[in-house]
């Protein structure tokens, strides 16, 4: 499967985006798909999950203020980051498994699959 990430931009903190992640490939619904970010100078960080039956997953440092959806019929995930901070500045990838398990779904490692990540930067 390749994966596309879009909607990423300069925001003030307190804003808002909205990040996609389309899909190619009839097998989307099976897939389980991750959000991870990478800050300059930092290692790749968990951000949310969505798994194959639309239970969702997410960061302690996101929870309450990112929610992550996916519109099967689009072959598309969906990141709405609300109430941004500085903190969140970095660049944002989607990651997709069909067969990744769930306590597995917070580590990279685990996804086969990547998209190109779309930067996001956060301005005070």
């Known amino acids: 499967v390749q994966l596309q990430a879009s909607g990423g931009g300069l925001v003030q903190a307190g804003g808002y985006l909205r990040l996609s992640c389309a899909a190619s490939g009839d097998t989307f619904r099976s897939y389980s798909l991750g959000w991870f970010r990478q800050a300059p100078g930092k290692e790749r960080e968990f951000v949310a999950a969505i798994r194959w039956n639309s239970h969702t997953f997410y960061a302690d440092s996101v929870k309450g203020r990112f929610t992550v959806s996916r519109d099967n019929a689009k072959n598309t995930v969906y990141l709405q980051m609300n109430s941004l901070k500085l903190e969140d500045t970095a660049v944002y990838y989607c990651?997709?498994?069909?067969?990744?398990?769930?306590?597995?779904?917070?580590?990279?490692?685990?996804?086969?699959?990547w998209g190109v990540g779309t930067q996001v930067t956060v301005s005070s």
């Open positions: 990651a997709a498994d069909r067969g990744i398990i769930q306590s597995s779904l917070r580590n990279a490692d685990a996804y086969d699959y």
